[in-house]
C-alpha cells in the first residue's frame, strides 16, 4: 500500500484527482487537507466530503486549513470552477463532517505516523503545508515524496502574465515551501508546472470513451454547440456528476480561447505522485517573487546552479495518451464498481447491458454529425 496524505483546493481538476486516487486500489489516502484556493476553505472542505460520501469513504478525514493565505487576501475563481467549485454538479451534500484537527497538523501528524514513507500531494496554494512547517521545520524530512502541482517557468502564468494560480494565490507560502525543501535531509519535491500540465487536455471524445468504459448510458459527448450549462442524464451517478462539473471546465476554456478541452493539472499531478516514473524532470533551484509589482507570484527556475543547489525537480514531458488511458481506465472502473454495489433503485445499468448510443444534443452537434 502507498500512504499518500492529499492537500487540494476543490475545484474541478482537484475533483477528478481526488477520483482517480479513489480509483487506485493500491493507495491509503490517509487524509485530505482543504486548503482555500479555486473556492473558500468551506467550500473545498464541503465538497472533498461530498465526494468521498459518494465514493463510499467517509472513513478518509478531510481537514480544514486557514480561510486566508500567510499574507496576502484570498482570492477565489468561481468564474473557472463553479459556484460551489465543482462546476455544475449538484452534489449531494455530505452526512459526514471534518476532522477537528487542521489541515496544518494533518499534515504533521500524517508525516509523523509514517516517516520516510508518506507521499504528499498539494494541488492546491501552498498555505497549508508552509504552516505545517513552520510548526514543525522537520517535516521535509520526514516525507519519502512531495508533488506540487504549481508553477510556469517557461510559459505565461494563468493567473497574471507571469503567475500561476496555485503560487499567485499564496505567494509568501510556495516561497517558504520551496526554501524549506532547500535543507539537506529533505528530497526535492516534483513540480508539474503549467508548461506541462496544460498538454493535459481533455476533450468531449475523453468523456464519451469514460461514460463508455464505466457502462453508463446514455453515453453523451459535450459539445461546443450545447445550450451552456446542459446537464448530464447519465445513469450512473459518478459519471453523470463528472461530466456535469467537467462541462463547465470546458465551457470556461472555450470562453478563453483556449478550445473546448479541459487542462487536467491536478489528476496528471496525482498520477506522478504515483508513478514519478511517467515524467521527465530537470534539477532547479526554484524560488518564488514575492515583491514584485508586475512579478508577484512568478516561479523562477535556476536550472544551472547559479543561486545554490536544487531544490526541486521540475517534470518537462510524458506520454499524455498514456495519462488518459490510465486515468479513465481506472475512473470509469470506480464507476462501474460503485454503481454495481449500489442497492438503491438507482436506474442503473446491470452489466452486460447495452450502453446507448453517443448522445450529441445541440442542434450544431447534430448537423456536424450529419
Ligand atoms: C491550478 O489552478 C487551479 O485552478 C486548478 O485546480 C489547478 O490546481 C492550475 O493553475
Ligand atoms: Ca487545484
Redesign the pocket.
Known amino acids: 500500500m502507498t500512504r499518500l496524505f492529499f492537500d487540494c483546493?476543490t475545484?474541478?481538476?482537484?475533483s477528478l484527482a481526488l477520483l482517480y486516487l479513489l480509483a487506485r486500489p493500491d493507495v491509503d489516502v490517509i487524509g485530505i487537507a482543504s486548503t482555500a484556493?479555486?473556492v473558500p476553505v468551506d467550500t473545498v472542505t464541503a465538497n472533498n466530503l461530498a465526494w468521498l460520501e459518494l465514493c463510499g469513504r467517509t472513513d478518509i478525514p478531510v481537514h480544514t486549513g486557514s480561510p486566508v493565505p500567510l499574507v496576502a487576501e484570498l482570492m477565489t475563481?468561481e468564474d473557472?470552477?463553479g459556484p460551489a467549485g465543482v462546476g455544475y454538479a449538484e452534489l449531494p451534500p455530505a452526512t459526514t463532517s471534518e476532522s477537528q484537527v487542521d489541515a496544518a497538523d494533518a499534515w504533521i501528524d500524517a508525516s509523523l505516523a509514517h516517516p520516510g514513507e508518506l507521499i504528499g500531494l498539494v494541488?492546491?496554494p501552498l498555505t497549508s503545508l508552509a504552516t505545517a512547517i513552520r510548526r514543525d521545520s522537520a517535516l521535509p524530512g520526514r516525507l519519502a515524496r512531495l508533488v506540487i502541482?504549481?508553477g510556469a517557468f517557461h510559459v505565461h502564468g494563468?493567473t497574471t502574465p507571469v503567475a500561476?494560480?496555485?503560487v499567485a494565490v499564496d505567494p509568501e507560502a510556495a516561497a517558504e515551501v520551496f526554501a524549506a525543501f532547500g535543507a539537506e535531509d529533505a528530497t526535492p519535491p516534483i513540480v508539474c508546472p503549467?508548461d506541462l500540465?496544460e498538454s493535459v487536455a481533455l476533450t468531449p471524445d475523453h468523456l464519451v470513451r469514460l461514460a463508455a468504459a464505466a457502462g453508463s448510458s446514455p453515453v453523451e459527448c459535450p459539445d461546443p454547440g450545447d445550450e451552456p450549462g446542459l446537464r448530464s442524464v447519465a445513469a450512473n451517478p459518478l459519471i453523470r456528476h463528472v461530466v456535469d462539473a467537467v462541462r463547465f471546465y470546458l465551457e470556461f476554456h472555450h470562453a478563453h480561447d483556449e478550445g473546448y478541452i479541459a487542462?487536467l493539472?491536478?489528476p496528471f499531478a496525482a498520477m506522478v505522485a504515483l508513478s514519478p516514473g511517467i515524467v521527465t524532470t530537470i534539477a532547479a533551484r526554484v524560488d518564488v517573487e514575492v515583491t514584485g509589482r508586475l512579478t508577484r507570484g512568478m516561479t523562477v527556475a535556476d536550472e544551472r546552479s547559479m543561486t545554490g543547489a536544487p531544490n526541486a525537480r521540475i517534470t518537462t514531458s510524458t506520454d499524455v495518451d498514456a495519462v488518459f488511458d490510465e486515468l479513465l481506465d481506472r475512473i470509469a472502473t470506480l464507476a462501474r464498481t460503485l454503481a454495481s454495489s449500489d442497492n438503491s433503485d438507482s436506474g442503473l445499468l446491470a452489466s452486460g447491458d447495452r450502453v446507448g448510443e453517443t448522445v450529441r444534443r445541440s442542434p450544431a452537434a447534430q448537423a456536424r454529425r450529419a
Open positions: 483546493d475545484g474541478i481538476d482537484d484556493g479555486n475563481t473557472t470552477h494541488t492546491g502541482m504549481g494563468n500561476e494560480w496555485n503549467l500540465t487542462h493539472h491536478d
